[in-house]
């Protein structure tokens, strides 16, 4: 891997990522190439020693040297002590208890950030909103970030783009400061819904194409599928408020497409195996990470019944999970059983969203040249 060069170490940043399995491992990683004082935090003890003395996570990022100045521990205490901005990537449905028991160690002007793709089961809440039921701490003191992340890749240090989100935009900002390197770039907005929302449907598009993926369909379909995907991804998501361009933006159709197309996927891989024919239970059991996606699709689609947003390939996903799908009939029916010819509505479709997502990447484009391509920014 050839050398790259990373911004100067700024003193005294100290952060803490709790979760040291792919994602919390690499986040780590990437903020301590970008210069802050780094200590992650593993729940257990000898992982967390062989990240300190070792400089690797075996099971979670093989063949990946980890940088000389990232400590670990498994003491939630020590990790907190004096934390600026904590990092969260555990599974989402341990969200909430990893909170409780962090709640009093943390410094009470910390930034919790949350690195989590999912929503939680019993509530439907995303993370961010568990985040601040959770601890006493105002909405401008949350973000997330979402983006086409897969670990590995960037681990790596292959180079990507991601998006910092938070209610404040000072807070976004000094997050993206941090979370940005030599091959790692922060954009920011203000949009957590649709940040957010985004990373966590993106997963059930994610197994859709790795259903059909799994059964032999060719790209016609996976085409069909990402591009319908996305529209559905758009109306639920803007039915709780999202901005419709966040989800044409990295945290939307560019995880989107990472995700889909990846093998490195968990969510894509689950699909595979259901496309192939393993029953839900066997692909749970193949499965040694963490696959938001398929815990996802019921609190989902609850929501979407909830706002009368239809999802019909979340709905078919959740189908081929409960055996009730024949996985080689996915695709067919994209937008509806009705077999009545359809207007094809996309994201851009002006009487949904008034237009906004087209406007919306105009003018990110307009910025970018006006910057000169400086600075984070909206993304
Ligand atoms: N991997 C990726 O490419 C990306 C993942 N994400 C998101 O990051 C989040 C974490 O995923 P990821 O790191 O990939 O998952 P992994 O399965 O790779 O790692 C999970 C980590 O969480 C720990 N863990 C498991 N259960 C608990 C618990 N009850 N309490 C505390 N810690 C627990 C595991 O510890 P142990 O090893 O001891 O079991 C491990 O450190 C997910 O929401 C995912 O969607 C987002 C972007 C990219
Ligand atoms: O979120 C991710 C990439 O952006 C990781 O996706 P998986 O959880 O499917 O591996």
């Not at 940040?195 to 996976?222: C, P």
Request: hydrophobic share 40%; aromatic share 4%; net charge neutral.
């Amino acid at each position: 891997m050839r050398a790259k060069a990373h911004p100067p170490v700024v003193p005294g940043t100290r952060v803490a990522v709790l979760g040291a399995g792919s994602w919390g491992t690499t986040f780590a990683k990437i903020l301590a190439d970008g210069g802050a004082d780094v200590v992650l935090w593993a729940r257990r003890p000898e992982l967390a020693r062989e990240i300190s003395e070792g400089r690797r996570n075996s099971d979670y990022l093989p063949g990946i040297n980890l940088p000389a100045h990232l400590r670990a521990t498994s003491s939630l205490r020590d990790a907190l002590a004096g934390a600026g901005q904590v990092f969260v990537s555990v599974p989402s449905q341990s969200l909430r208890e990893n909170l409780v028991a962090a709640g009093d160690l943390l410094d009470p002007e910390a930034v919790i950030v949350s690195l989590m793709k999912g929503v939680e089961r019993s509530s439907g809440l995303r993370m961010s909103e568990v985040i601040g039921q959770v601890l006493p701490i105002a909405p401008e003191r949350i973000a997330a970030i979402s983006g086409p992340n897969l670990a590995l890749e960037i681990a790596k240090e292959q180079p990507t783009a991601a998006v910092v989100s938070s209610a404040s935009l000072e807070t976004a900002q000094a997050v993206a400061k941090l979370a940005t390197n030599g091959y790692f770039r922060s954009y920011v907005n203000t949009d957590v819904i649709g940040t957010e929302f985004g990373g966590v449907l993106k997963n059930l598009i994610a197994v859709a194409i790795g259903i059909v993926d799994g059964v032999g369909y060719g790209e016609n379909t996976k085409a069909s599928i990402i591009t319908r995907g996305l529209v559905e991804m758009t109306d639920f998501a803007v039915a709780y408020g999202a901005q419709p361009e966040t989800l044409a933006g990295l945290a939307g159709l560019g995880d989107l497409i990472a995700t889909s197309q990846s093998p490195l996927s968990r969510n894509n891989t689950a699909g595979r195996l259901l496309g192939q024919g393993y029953g839900y239970n066997d692909v749970v059991k193949q499965m040694q990470q963490t696959t938001e996606g398929l815990v996802s699709v019921g609190p989902i689609l609850e929501l979407a019944h909830a706002k009368g947003v239809e999802m019909p390939i979340v709905e078919q996903v959740r189908q081929v999970l409960a055996g009730t799908l024949n996985p080689r009939d996915i695709a067919p029916h994209l937008t509806t059983d009705s077999r009545e010819p359809q207007g094809e509505r996309t994201i851009d479709d002006g009487q949904a969203h008034g237009g906004a997502a087209l406007w919306g990447a105009f003018k990110r484009a307009f910025d970018q040249l006006r910057d000169g391509g400086r600075g984070p920014r909206g993304a």
